[in-house]
């Protein structure tokens, strides 16, 4: 129970905030630490306490000395046994329950729940962003860089409260001891205290910087190890494994390269910290016992400051290396930060209300795009697609076909125009109600990790099982799925289907993304080389699965085997972001224009070495 009450301070899935994190370092880290106010105020005020409690066992440490050599034995506990008993209960009692109240913060409230509370903000911010962003990075260096920030913040912020308190109260405490018994003893402390400032500041930002040089290194080799796990079919296909190696290799040596830069001062930050240590010890000692011999001080305040310098030897080099570790993290947390810490290039407005559709009009008017290009790709383009009419998107290579869908989709903003469903611009409206519904079938059908079942279920999540088997016939899907098993032995529609759906063809790819979209049964539907990965005898098995998936919607398919969708209502040829062509299968060929040269290219039996396609 206590255990379980602790855990439950800190909520992992507390109201998420979506806004974009803070770009500089303090204000990264109040982002999130403010969400946990309460808990690390606790801890600070526990770590304070213990300090002191500490500092007092020392100095009760010394006036024990003392009193055992003025009081008479026999005499002893009866003078001071409730004093003796007292300081027993604070070594016994007081101090293990302050303690394992801290431990209980830390371990069960913050070590677990800040952590994931932090990750989990920053994977719902970042799995938020445009895909670009996703695009043009490694996937395993953005959550190898999830992964680590919340993890070093955490810790960071923990490790900069303990060092502030046992130093402060430590240093400070030994202050006013040392004075109480003779003021010279306290100024080899001060001394080493300046000197102590004066390593933490030449050596500190030499390893914070460097640290975040070796992270963002580490984060590199990351991304090239999982680009290359993720792509091992591409590996082993091209036999080019001493130009992998090399690749990695040299991410390694710069990551290696990177470490050893940081370590060299870590090591002669070790040794300073040991030369001041030991002339602190040496020189504390030894002037003790030259008041001592001249009658200053008595043998209690040798035991009382001999014992704690030694504590603050200890202690600095746990200092040392509890600063030199909060400022990798703080290197870890900067690197984490250029990535999290980015603005989402396609937001829904405050004000964004849930598309509706009526009809399932689709208008482009004007509208640009050039992936922040100074030009290309869609320029003007205007496009009307009526209610439940079936157009097919027709063009040579790099027409603007898929960005056209892309940006239908809103997986790119436009650079101006407007697209309009049932007179509804769509950048005025959210994202996932716009998405949700349009159904999409692509060229490159890419499964998540999980079973069957989960994959099919992503179309419509509250489907029940009957309307998922028979979204399974209608793909003809059913054949295959039966007979599927994984590593872990799970069969059929349990069984797992690896990354991106490696453990199956291209063709049963295909079909689990047909019937995934057959259940979604959204009323616009995008066909973007639906049967691209289907041979000629499973496309014509599923095309009456098909026509059925596009009764009653409005549907813009685009193919490249121009005899897929010859039948569609109207037929939009484009070339370099325009529509240059548009009109039946039949009239385009009479026209004689670009789709008749395309026709004629692929019904001649052959494709042309120059053709475009």
Known sequence: MIFRWFESLIDVFGKPDLRMPPRGVWRFYAHYLRQAWPVLGVMCALGFVVALVEVALFDFLGRLVDLTKDVPAPDFFARHGRELLFMAFVALIARPVLIGLSDLLMHQAVTPGLTARIRWQQHQYVVRQSLSFFQNDYAGRIANRIMQTGASLRESAVQIVDALWYVSVYTGSALVLFAQADWRLTLPLIVWVF???????????RVKERSWKASEARSQLMGRIVDGYTNISTLKLFA???????????????????VRTMTRMTTGMDVTLTVLNGLLVVITAGLGLWLWQKGLITVGDIALSTGLVIRIENMSGWIMWVVNGIFEDIGTVQDGMETVAKPNAVMDSPEAGKLAITRGEVEFQDIHFHYGKRGGVIAGLNLHVRPSEKIGLVGPSGAGKSTLVNVLLRLYDLESGRILIDGQDIATV?????????????????LLHRSIRENLLYGRPGASEEEMIAAVRSARADGFIADLVDGEGRRGYDAQVGERGVKLSGGQRQRIAIARVLLKDAPILVLDEATSALDSEVEAAIQDSLDTLME??????????????ARMDRLVVMDRGEVVETGTHAELIAREGLYARLWQRQTGGFVAADDPL
Not at 552 to 565: M, N, P, Q
């Open 195 to 205: 000197l102590y400032i004066g390593a933490l500041a030449f050596f500190v930002p």
């Open 552 to 565: 009653g919607k409005t549907v813009i398919a685009i193919a490249h085997r121009l005899s897929t969708i």
């Open 240 to 258: 080019h494994t001493r130009q992998e190696d090399a690749y990695v290799a040299e991410a390694v040596q710069e990551n290696v390269a990177k």
């Open 430 to 446: 959210s994202q996932e109600s716009l998405r949700g519904q349009i159904g999409v079938v692509t060229q490159d059908t890419s």
